[in-house]
């Protein structure tokens, strides 16, 4: 075999192999995002968010803690949150959920309270229960470092 068809043949597995690995990659990136896409992306989370972040306000079991909250910033980190936590292209810029409620005093209740009052938001929304029960999967390990008390 001469030279120049050995380096033919190395051409053509090497771009086979690029091929190959950029389609599993791609493959693997769209399994990583279902949830996101599920939830509507960003645009479908920001609107649920929203929503949750007003049903929050008027909920008489936790409102008082969110009483001098920037509320525009709150619906902005959350969504950051949960499009990152979804497998969406977002990166959460906010402090961690230690640090945030370190000092609140958080029981099950409260946190509790919180979970119901996003599950009503993505009812709203029409989010199927199925992605609703993956994305309270995703969040459901914060509890350790929120509830304080």
Do not use: W
Request: charged residues 20%; aromatic residues 6%.
């Amino acid at each position: 075999m001469n030279i120049l068809s050995r380096l033919c043949k190395t051409i053509a597995a090497s771009a086979l192999f690029v091929s190959l690995f950029a389609s599993l990659s791609a493959h693997a990136q769209s399994g990583n995002d279902a949830l996101y896409q599920s939830l509507g992306g960003k645009t479908g989370i920001s609107t649920f968010v929203n929503s949750f972040v007003a049903i929050v306000l008027d909920d008489a079991r936790i409102n008082k803690a969110f009483k001098e909250t920037d509320t525009e910033r709150l619906a902005s980190l959350l969504t950051e949150q949960f499009c990152e936590l979804s497998g969406g292209p977002c990166k959460y810029s906010g402090r961690s959920m230690a640090d945030v409620h370190k000092d609140m005093e958080v029981t099950n209740a409260h946190f509790n309270a919180l979970a119901e009052d996003l599950q009503i938001a993505m009812e709203k929304h029409d989010v199927p229960s199925s992605v609703q029960n993956r994305l309270i999967a995703k969040l459901a390990p914060m509890q350790r470092p929120i509830v304080t008390k």
